[in-house]
T-cell receptor, first 114, second 114 residues
Framework: AQSVTQLGSHVSVSEGALVLLRCNYSSSVPPYLFWYVQYPNQGLQLLLKYTTGATLVKGINGFEAEFKKSETSFHLTKPSAHMSDAAEYFCAVSSSGSARQLTFGSGTQLTVLP | DSGVTQTPKHLITATGQRVTLRCSPRSGDLSVYWYQQSLDQGLQFLIHYYNGEERAKGNILERFSAQQFPDLHSELNLSSLELGDSALYFC?????????????FGSGTRLTVV
C-alpha cells in the first residue's frame, strides 16, 4: 500500500521568499513521485516528477524537489515566490508494480503575500 | 488546454437522478483515470481503464460505473445520486499505464446534487 502525507494544509510566504512544501510518502517498493499544481477552477497540472536517476528534479515555473529515500520525503521548493504561485499543490506517489494509479496527498494551499 | 476534454463543465441535478460524465483523453493516450475531488475526502481514485479494459478500481461506489469505448473516450455514470456525491470529478489520461509518465488532467466536471 502507498500513501502520501503533506504537512501543512495552508502555507503563507511573502513574495520573494523561499517556498517549501513538505511531502512524505509511504511505499513498499521504489516509488515514483509527482507534484501537481491546481489553480482555481482548473484541473491539476504536472509540475515535476521523480522516477529514477538524479534525486534532485527540476520542474516548471522554477520549482524543484529532492527525493530523499532515507527520509521518505519529496519536498517541493522554489527560491523566490511569485504572486502567480498562489495555488493548491498536491504531492502524489505511484508504486511501480500492479497498483499503477497515483495516490494523492491532501494538498497544500499556498498563499503569497505582497 | 491540456488536451483532455471533459463535458459538461457543470451539472446540477436532483437526488435520486442519474448522470453521465464524459471524457476524451489526450490524443495518443490509452489510459483514462477518474478521480473525485471533495473538500472532506480530497482526491480519491475511482477507476482506471487502459485501451478499453478496466485495470484498477479504487473507492468507487456500486452506484457508480464507467467504461472506455473503442475510440478511447470514457464515460462515468453516477446513479441514485445523493447530496454527498456533490464534488469535482476529474478525468486524467496517460500514454501507458501512467505511473512513469504521470497524468494529464482535464478541467473537471463540477457536479452539484440538490
Amino acid at each position: 500500500a502507498q500513501s502520501v502525507t503533506q504537512l501543512g494544509s495552508h502555507v503563507s510566504v511573502s513574495e520573494g521568499a523561499l517556498v517549501l512544501l513538505r511531502c512524505n510518502y509511504s511505499s513498499s517498493v521504489p516509488p515514483y513521485l509527482f507534484w501537481y499544481v491546481q489553480y482555481p477552477n482548473q484541473g491539476l497540472q504536472l509540475l515535476l516528477k521523480y522516477t529514477t536517476g538524479a534525486t534532485l528534479v527540476k520542474g516548471i515555473n522554477g520549482f524543484e524537489a529532492e527525493f530523499k529515500k532515507s527520509e521518505t520525503s519529496f519536498h517541493l521548493t522554489k527560491p523566490s515566490a511569485h504572486m502567480s504561485d498562489a495555488a493548491e499543490y498536491f504531492c502524489a506517489v505511484s508504486s511501480s508494480g500492479s497498483a499503477r494509479q497515483l495516490t494523492f496527498g491532501s494538498g497544500t494551499q499556498l498563499t503569497v503575500l505582497p | 488546454d491540456s488536451g483532455v476534454t471533459q463535458t459538461p463543465k457543470h451539472l446540477i441535478t436532483a437526488t435520486g437522478q442519474r448522470v453521465t460524465l464524459r471524457c476524451s483523453p489526450r490524443s495518443g493516450d490509452l489510459s483514462v483515470y477518474w478521480y473525485q475531488q471533495s473538500l472532506d475526502q480530497g482526491l480519491q481514485f475511482l477507476i482506471h481503464y487502459y485501451n478499453g479494459e478496466e485495470r484498477a478500481k479504487g473507492n468507487i461506489l456500486e452506484r457508480f460505473s464507467a467504461q472506455q469505448f473503442p475510440d478511447l473516450h470514457s464515460e462515468l455514470n453516477l446513479s441514485s445520486l445523493e447530496l454527498g456525491d456533490s464534488a469535482l470529478y476529474f478525468c486524467a489520461s496517460s500514454v501507458g499505464q501512467g505511473d512513469y509518465y504521470g497524468y494529464t488532467f482535464g478541467s473537471g466536471t463540477r457536479l452539484t446534487v440538490v
